[in-house]
């Protein structure tokens, strides 16, 4: 708490996102204003900004996105992602709001849980790369570990999707525990390949992942 209040600007930024309006101060790349992330925590984003991009003005024309501009820079997923960002013309400038609302919390919990969760996230880092794993799998894992898969649940949180439920039958919520360990049809595939003795263990939540992996890691070569 101390360190809140010491550092109060460092830390307020971890829970805040900028509602766009002309973009004149945001910069596209370190500053969140998709989702709850800045697109440089993105591994899988490589493209370098020019000037006229750097600020997020240049992807902005007459109050709508640029779509031909935005093409040149994101890939389609993403790019679908931005069209849903609304662009608030009334204001007059770009502004400042929390990325969770309504949430009942006072400012210093958010910031609390979102520094436990940063902490988190790089202890987990440290164990992927510890993991020595090819990198489209550990690209995944990181994904994973830093939300930044936009699952139905992530998307609906937002409000930029009215449907939370996975979309191939599973009846149920479509989130990071469901991709990436109670997928049924990943279960079914797991179920036969042990069948078969290959002996995969089988998870209820990513946290026993990551456990089991480290327990591997100091025993089995990846």
């Known amino acids: ?17 900028w509602k766009v309006s002309n973009g004149c101060s945001i910069n596209t790349i370190e500053d969140v204003w998709i989702f709850d992330k800045s697109i440089d925590r993105w591994t899988m984003f490589v493209i370098e900004f020019n000037q006229d991009t750097e600020i997020l003005k240049g992807f902005i024309r007459e109050g709508k996105w640029d779509v031909s ?24 400038n770009d502004q400042l709001e929390l990325q969770s609302k309504r949430s009942g919390k006072s400012i210093s919990v958010l910031i609390l849980e979102k520094h436990c969760g940063i902490i988190d996230e790089d202890r987990n880092w440290r164990l992927l790369k510890k993991l020595k794993l090819c990198p489209r799998v550990e690209l995944f894992w990181w994904r994973l570990d830093n939300n930044a898969i936009p699952s139905n649940e992530f998307v609906e949180y937002r409000r930029l999707l009215d449907f939370n439920g996975f979309m191939r039958g599973c009846n149920s919520i479509e989130n990071l525990k469901h991709i990436a360990v109670n997928y049924v ?19 209820i939540n990513t946290e026993e992942c990551y456990l089991e992996s480290d327990t591997l890691s100091k025993s089995i070569p990846f």
């Open 1 to 17: 708490m101390w360190k809140i209040i010491l550092n109060g600007t460092k830390f307020l930024h971890q829970i805040v996102r």
């Open 69 to 92: 501009k935005l093409k040149q820079f994101f890939w389609q997923q993403l790019i679908e992602v931005i069209l849903s960002v609304p662009i608030h013309s009334e204001l007059q």
């Open 185 to 203: 049809f990943l279960s079914k595939e797991l179920y036969l390949l042990n069948r078969w003795e290959f002996k995969i263990p089988i998870f």
